[in-house]
């Protein structure tokens, strides 16, 4: 038997986003003389010890490491950065709240450990870029950095077939420039999805390996705008998590960066007044707009009411409308895939999501002795196991 501090427990399972009973319910069954409940209770009050698989299976529950229950005490809050998030009425989702903080802190093990790699490879070095301006530069200035940095042609974005095109090809341009942009949504599963109202993109500042994490149960449309956002943020050299359409002045600041890129002034101004046309005539012009720019409507309509085109009440409303109709398309997308047979791999989905500038590095690297697979899969969010066929489509290990 195992005898884990309560405090330490405690921590554990509130920093999971778990109460009580739901933790209880990962390791315990319920009996005629002890509910699990009450043997959760037990356990974190000393009276009760854990067993081998029991350890283990809270330490799955909680996204925790075997090592932590045998501290002495709670490990002390991490330092990550800002938060510019703008905090909800009635707050965050508590247990999204707490997801998205494990994903963070998972994001910076993986970011240290690849900054550690290139800092100490010969052929890399530092990129100027990363905290190179600040808000007094202007939007202009920054917005026109980061284009000619990153060496994106506003035509070949506009011309891509699709909005996930078009973002593939934003993607590539900034890892060209040595960022490193991911797509997450969860700690390792389904199950423990966090809903973009939680977050819509981490900014990791850092001089070797500078990470972009986009929320990837985002709509696609507003994936390459997010892009843009928080690779403002590196430009000022923040390590931050950003929320919906922000309210703080550097989170307004980088919006407005991101939209100088993707959708000049001049364009915006071509689209006739909607204060006065109805709700459904303002969405579908709008919408007409945004499809044929590889844009979000939403975007479009945030910087409508930002410029002063339309009023806050008309934005609020055009964002309640676009939003609920992504939903619809969104359940209808889903349904779809559960009538269709077969759908990409389970490695071909993570490879996409990492993206191509983690996944060459760590394949790279792990052929040599600075990488073992142990820490490739801390790198790569992903088992031990699963390390060399992620990285290896034709890898086969011998059994079926």
Same mark, same amino acid.
């Given at each position: 038997?195992?005898?884990?501090?309560?405090?330490?427990?405690?921590?554990?399972?509130?920093?999971?986003?778990?109460?009580?009973?739901?933790?209880?319910?990962?390791? /315990?069954?319920?009996?005629?003389s002890?509910?699990a409940v009450?043997?959760?209770?037990?356990?974190?009050?000393g009276?009760?010890?854990?067993?081998?698989?029991?350890?283990?299976?809270?330490?799955?529950? /909680?996204?925790? *490491?075997q090592?932590?229950?045998?501290?002495?005490?709670?490990?002390?809050?991490?330092?990550?950065?800002?938060?510019?998030?703008?905090?909800?009425?009635?707050?965050?989702?508590?247990?999204?709240?707490a997801?998205?903080?494990?994903?963070?802190?998972?994001?910076?093990?993986?970011?240290?450990?690849?900054?550690?790699?290139l800092?100490?490879?010969?052929?890399t070095?530092?990129?100027?870029?990363?905290?190179?301006?600040?808000?007094?530069?202007?939007?202009?200035?920054?917005?026109?950095?980061?284009?000619?940095?990153?060496?994106?042609?506003?035509?070949?974005?506009?011309?891509?077939?699709?909005?996930?095109?078009?973002?593939?090809?934003?993607?590539?341009?900034?890892?060209?420039?040595g960022i490193?942009?991911?797509?997450?949504?969860?700690?390792?599963?389904?199950? $423990?999805?966090?809903?973009?109202e939680?977050?819509?993109?981490?900014?990791?500042?850092?001089?070797?390996?500078p990470?972009?994490?986009?929320?990837?149960?985002?709509?696609?449309?507003?994936?390459?705008?997010t892009?843009?956002?928080?690779a $403002?943020?590196?430009?000022?050299?923040?390590t931050?998590?950003?929320?919906?359409?922000?309210?703080?002045?550097?989170e307004?600041f980088?919006?407005?960066?991101?939209?100088?890129?993707?959708?000049?002034?001049?364009?915006l101004?071509?689209?006739?007044p909607?204060?006065?046309?109805?709700l459904?005539?303002?969405?579908?012009?709008?919408s007409?707009?945004?499809?044929?720019?590889?844009i979000?409507?939403?975007?479009?309509? /945030?910087?409508?009411?930002?410029?002063? =085109?339309?009023?806050?009440?008309?934005?609020?409303?055009?964002?309640?409308?676009?939003?609920?109709?992504?939903?619809?398309?969104?359940?209808?997308?889903?349904?779809?895939?559960r009538?269709?047979?077969?759908?990409?791999?389970?490695? $071909?989905?993570? =490879?996409?999501?990492?993206?191509?500038?983690?996944?060459?590095?760590?394949?790279?690297?792990?052929h040599?002795?600075?990488?073992?697979?142990?820490?490739?899969?801390?790198?790569?969010?992903?088992?031990?196991?699963?390390?060399?066929?992620?990285?290896? *489509?034709?890898? /086969?290990?011998?059994?079926?």
């Amino acid at each position: 038997m195992i005898a884990v501090k309560p405090q330490i427990l405690v921590w554990a399972r509130e920093t999971a986003g778990l109460d009580l009973d739901e933790a209880a319910r990962k390791i /315990y069954s319920s009996s005629k003389s002890s509910s699990a409940v009450d043997k959760m209770r037990q356990l974190e009050r000393g009276e009760r010890q854990l067993t081998q698989r029991q350890l283990y299976k809270l330490a799955k529950a /909680y996204h925790q *490491p075997q090592s932590l229950f045998y501290l002495p005490e709670p490990p002390r809050d991490w330092k990550w950065g800002a938060d510019f998030r703008t905090v909800p009425e009635g707050g965050f989702d508590h247990k999204g709240n707490a997801r998205m903080h494990l994903l963070l802190r998972n994001m910076l093990a993986s970011q240290g450990i690849m900054s550690d790699l290139l800092e100490h490879d010969e052929d890399t070095g530092q990129l100027p870029y990363v905290g190179s301006m600040n808000i007094a530069d202007g939007v202009d200035r920054i917005a026109e950095d980061i284009v000619k940095t990153i060496g994106f042609a506003f035509d070949a974005f506009r011309s891509e077939r699709t909005v996930r095109d078009a973002f593939g090809y934003l993607r590539g341009r900034l890892e060209s420039a040595g960022i490193f942009v991911l797509l997450q949504c969860n700690l390792g599963s389904h199950h $423990t999805d966090i809903p973009p109202e939680v977050f819509r993109g981490f900014a990791l500042a850092d001089k070797y390996a500078p990470y972009i994490v986009i929320n990837r149960k985002d709509a696609v449309s507003a994936w390459s705008f997010t892009a843009l956002h928080e690779a $403002t943020h590196l430009w000022l050299g923040n390590t931050s998590v950003s929320g919906a359409w922000g309210e703080l002045e550097i989170e307004r600041f980088c919006n407005q960066v991101a939209a100088s890129i993707l959708l000049p002034a001049h364009e915006l101004d071509t689209l006739p007044p909607m204060n006065k046309v109805s709700l459904d005539m303002a969405a579908e012009t709008i919408s007409d707009f945004a499809d044929g720019r590889n844009i979000s409507r939403t975007m479009v309509a /945030y910087n409508l009411w930002q410029r002063g =085109r339309i009023r806050r009440s008309r934005w609020l409303a055009l964002w309640d409308r676009f939003r609920q109709e992504w939903l619809e398309h969104k359940a209808r997308e889903q349904n779809a895939r559960r009538d269709r047979d077969g759908g990409p791999s389970y490695y $071909t989905v993570r =490879r996409f999501n990492l993206g191509p500038r983690l996944t060459s590095y760590a394949r790279d690297f792990l052929h040599s002795p600075e990488l073992t697979p142990t820490k490739a899969g801390i790198l790569l969010r992903v088992p031990t196991m699963k390390v060399y066929p992620l990285l290896d *489509p034709n890898y /086969y290990d011998g059994r079926l």
